[in-house]
């Protein structure tokens, strides 16, 4: 696991902990072991053995451009070379709701439409779909790319009642993909009541939500941000990074 010591790392750490983990993360620190992405050498080292990677390592935010093309693209590229080389047979790659978030909102959206990033954070996601794609086709790795909506302890907002991502409903989908085939588009959201996307995906690899938002829906407060998928980073008061107006 990369990125073990991030919000998501620490979040799965106990939740799968009936797995032999290896744990690495830019930091390091109490039994992580300290491990630059971008490092395509020392990623190998690290894989070598592994029956899988999930990949949660990288810039989890907006960021510059050069930065979050070094740390989320050229970074994925190096941990999909090294699973090819060390021979790993399957990657999970921690995509974003936001690799396509300038649709707008409709019920039942497909998992695997096509990359509409809002930001250069989407972009870069989007570019770790593709890179997945490519090294399926070309190397026969499962490659599965999770559409993560908001993974957090509880809900917070009215947006967060369809996107919401439970703990528990995260290390579901991480286990349901340790078994999938192929190169997959999963959308990573809970069994929420007002869900907004498609089901299907996560079926399709034997993912089965047991979370709902709904419990918390008196106590979140409304943000706004419900008309498309990637939600407030997808207005004009949040210009690129970069582009004048910052």
């Not at 007002?194 to 106590?219: Q, Y």
Request: hydrophobic share 35%.
């Amino acid at each position: 696991m990369t990125g073990a010591d991030g919000r998501i790392g620490r979040m799965l750490r106990t939740r799968l902990s009936g797995h032999d983990l290896r744990l690495s993360d830019l930091r390091g620190g109490d039994g992580v072991d300290r491990l630059d992405v971008t490092d395509g050498a020392a990623v190998e080292r690290a894989a070598r053995g592994a029956d899988a990677i999930l990949h949660l390592g990288g810039i989890a935010g907006e960021d510059s451009f050069e930065s979050l093309l070094t740390a989320n693209v050229r970074g994925t590229e190096q941990v999909l070379a090294a699973a090819y080389r060390a021979g790993v047979p399957r990657v999970i790659l921690a995509s974003s709701n936001h690799a396509a978030g300038m649709y707008r909102r409709e019920p039942d959206l497909p998992d695997d439409v096509p990359a509409r990033p809002d930001s250069y954070y989407g972009w870069s996601k989007a570019a770790m779909e593709a890179l997945g794609r490519l090294h399926h086709d070309r190397h026969g790795t499962h490659v599965v790319c999770l559409r993560i909506g908001r993974c957090a302890d509880r809900p917070a907002t009215v947006r967060d009642l369809s996107v919401w991502l439970s703990p528990d409903d995260m290390a579901r989908l991480v286990e349901a993909s340790l078994t999938a085939t192929g190169h997959r588009l999963v959308w990573g959201v809970s069994a929420n009541t007002r869900r907004w996307w498609s089901d299907a995906g996560g079926r399709a690899i034997g993912f089965h939500p047991a979370d709902d938002a709904e419990k918390w829906a008196a106590e979140v407060t409304d943000d706004g941000s419900e008309e498309r998928v990637g939600g407030d980073m997808t207005g004009p008061e949040n210009p690129l990074p970069g582009d004048g107006r910052t």
